[in-house]
């Protein structure tokens, strides 16, 4: 290849992880691929002789050091708070997020009934994600499990799933079963242990028991 193809073709992933990186609804994504841009810049700036570039990145690479270490050193508090099924806030939050979990989770109805166990994530003290399941005895079906934008880092997902079966083997639910949704509402489900079985994912609801709530 053209050397200075070979540039041009560095300069410009650079620009395109840039790019990408502030589409990122995660924090901590943003940086790791904004890191990533800088990385490939300082590269550039360096093989074409251009000091300021390679400084500049080189900054901007220090900068997103700095921010995801503390983001990977940083303790956060995790904790279920269980609401009524005609908790107001609960309204509140599904009118908010409606067109996002109609998106995320296509099958939820909104339609609150006695029967439906609803219990949210704390993380920090702040509501992050919400789950609706309808118990049948020992199997529960998951009519909504979201999480707002900014903390889909799978680390609400673990805990409500990995961190406190011992919530669900109180309240006798031994297994846990979910529509699709979309894609990556699916892809959520795999990473968070569920497998699939005639068109509907599964997954054991007690598998381990962990009482500690840090992260």
Sequence with gaps: MNTD???????YIGSI????????????RLRVINLAGALFFIAYGILIGAAPVAALNGLVALVNVYYLRQMW???EYFQLLEVNYDSR???SFLAFYKKEIVEYVPTYRFEASPDQLVVFVLRNMLP???LVVRADGKRAEILLDFVIPGYRDFRAGKFLFERSS???RE???????SAPGNASHEAYLRRMGFQL?????????????LRDNKL
């Design 5 to 11: 193809l070979l540039y041009e073709a560095i300069g």
């Design 17 to 28: 992880l840039v790019a990408i990186s502030l589409m990122m609804r995660s924090v901590l």
């Design 73 to 75: 050193n940083h303790k």
């Design 89 to 91: 806030y609960l309204k």
């Design 128 to 130: 992050v994600g919400a």
């Design 166 to 168: 011992n919530y669900f």
């Design 171 to 177: 309240k006798g639910i031994e297994r846990l079963v």
């Design 197 to 209: 079985e005639d068109g509907v994912y599964y997954r054991a609801a007690t598998d381990e028991i």
